[in-house]
Structure formats: structure tokens, C-alpha cells
């Protein structure tokens, strides 16, 4: 008798409209497989990442990697209220999980009853400016991913190809690339995002680690952004919702950054493909 080998299952996860899909189970081949869901059109998926179970000592951890390689902060954290329920966790608990992009394991601070997750990450490994049109625009640099923010331009395509190009001729390109206009006034940031890997670029709902690199940027204008020990949050707002932004600093160094919110989980569904 034929045994059929297991078909992989999905949960969609809504961290702030950052549609992500969470793919677990045998996959032979996840381009393809990753290509097929964001191109749903009902899925309106704007990531995927399959996921791995512990394996005893080969691996301790749950460990996420996304179809680009990439480190993203809302999926590391839709994984952490995903792998709650997996391991049984009621109420406020931390999780530790490991993700692609990002060196070792990243805390994952979770509340099942009220769906909210909150991931803390290293500060950025670099921070420098680049020149854009005779404008300076700042570069934080993370594990996975680089973000330029753009201050006062209008959301265009053509501003990142214009920007990619300078990025990648300061040195080698990086696993993905956010762009980050930010609207002072309106106070909303909107990113559009590029995965090298997967070769997408999409102007995502909400950005974790653009949140982040956000979160960074504007803690370094703060009045005591350079005076002891210092707490910076910020609720940015999105297209899609608003991510929780937590800098914590020390003597003008990013010690921390965590970002957090709701994230919603929908029923799990067994892939075809």
C-alpha cells in the first residue's frame, strides 16, 4: 500500500496587516511554494516563511527562515504567539525562537489572552547617511536588513531603485532592503520593502524592522539620546496599523529594540501545492 507523504500546513498571521504566512510540513520546493501563496490574490500574503520544529540537540529552538533569508521582525513575532499555542503557554510568558537573518535566538515576549507579541533585537550593527538628490538620508543597519529613511518624499518606486543602486555601491548588497517614507507630520511611516532572495519588492501594511530602524533614527534626536541611561517609545502608525517601538539606550548607544502589538492568528489549512 501507498503511504502518502504529509502535505504542509498553513496559518496566516495579521501582525499589524503585515500578512505573513507561516508554512510547516514537508516542502520540496519553497520558492515555488512561496511565488504560489503570495500570489493569491484572497491570501493578500505580503511574506512567507516555513517553519522547523526542534530536532533534540541538532537544533534546541523552533526556528523560522523566510522564503528570502531575510530577518523580519513582525514574522519573528506572529512566530512566537504561533509557537505558544503549538507548546500549550497561557497568558504572559517569553519565548525564545530563532529566525533567518538574525544571529542566535530572539526573546519573544507573548500574551495569549489579549493575541499581543512583542520581539527584542540587538541595536543596529551600523549606522551611517547616504546621499540622495542632495538630500542626507539616514541608513540603520540590522542582521538580515538594511532601512533608509526618507523624511518628507512621497512613497515611490523609483526613489528605491535610485537608492538601491547607491546602497550596493557602498559595498555588498544586504539579504533586504526598506525604504522608509516617513510623514513627520502625519506621523506615518509606509515602507516598501525588497527581498534579494525572492526578488519582490512590495510597499508593505507595516514594517517591524523598518519600525525599528524608525524607532532608532528618531531616539537619536531626542533631547537625552546621549545622556545615561535613556527609554525612547514610539506608536508608529502604518497603513495597515501601528507597531509598538521601544529604544532603549545607554550613553548614546542602542543597547535594545523591541517592537510590538496585536497579531492575529487564523485557522491552520493544508497546502496542495
Not at 43 to 56: A, H, I, M
Not at 88 to 94: A, E, I, N, Q
Not at 136 to 152: E, K, N, Q, R, W
Request: proline letters at 5%; one cysteine or more; charged letters at 20%.
Amino acid at each position: 500500500m501507498k503511504v502518502e507523504s504529509p502535505t504542509p500546513e498553513l496559518v496566516i498571521a495579521d501582525p499589524a496587516g503585515n500578512i505573513t504566512a507561516l508554512v510547516s510540513g514537508p516542502v520540496e520546493d519553497r520558492v515555488s511554494l512561496a511565488q504560489t501563496i503570495m500570489a493569491d490574490k484572497v491570501l493578500k500574503v505580503e511574506q512567507v516563511g516555513f517553519v522547523t520544529e526542534p530536532d533534540g540537540e541538532a537544533q534546541k529552538l523552533w526556528r523560522l527562515e523566510m522564503s528570502g533569508g531575510e530577518f523580519c521582525g513582525n514574522a519573528a513575532r506572529s512566530f512566537g504567539l504561533y509557537v505558544s499555542g503549538l507548546s500549550g503557554l497561557c497568558g504572559k510568558h517569553t519565548v525564545s525562537v530563532e529566525i533567518s537573518g538574525m544571529r542566535g535566538s530572539v526573546p519573544v515576549r507573548v500574551d495569549t489572552e489579549t493575541g499581543t507579541a512583542e520581539v527584542e533585537i540587538p541595536g543596529p550593527a551600523a549606522e551611517k547617511v547616504i546621499k540622495y538628490e542632495d538630500r542626507s538620508l539616514p541608513v540603520i543597519v540590522f542582521d538580515g536588513i538594511t532601512h533608509v529613511i526618507a523624511p518628507g518624499f512621497k512613497p515611490d518606486e523609483k526613489m528605491f531603485y535610485g537608492v538601491k543602486k547607491i546602497i550596493e555601491a557602498e559595498g555588498e548588497a544586504p539579504q533586504a532592503l526598506g525604504l522608509l517614507f516617513w510623514d513627520e507630520e502625519g506621523r506615518e511611516m509606509i515602507p516598501l520593502v525588497y527581498v534579494y532572495a525572492a526578488g519582490t519588492l512590495v510597499f508593505e501594511s507595516s514594517c517591524g524592522s523598518g519600525s525599528a530602524a524608525l524607532g532608532v533614527w528618531l531616539s537619536r534626536n531626542a533631547a537625552d539620546s546621549g545622556q545615561g541611561q535613556a527609554e525612547h517609545c514610539f506608536s508608529l502608525r502604518q497603513p495597515g496599523g501601528t507597531i509598538e517601538t521601544r529604544v532603549s539606550m545607554e550613553n548614546g548607544l542602542v543597547r535594545s529594540v523591541s517592537i510590538g502589538g496585536k497579531v492575529t492568528l487564523t485557522t491552520a489549512a493544508r497546502l496542495t501545492h
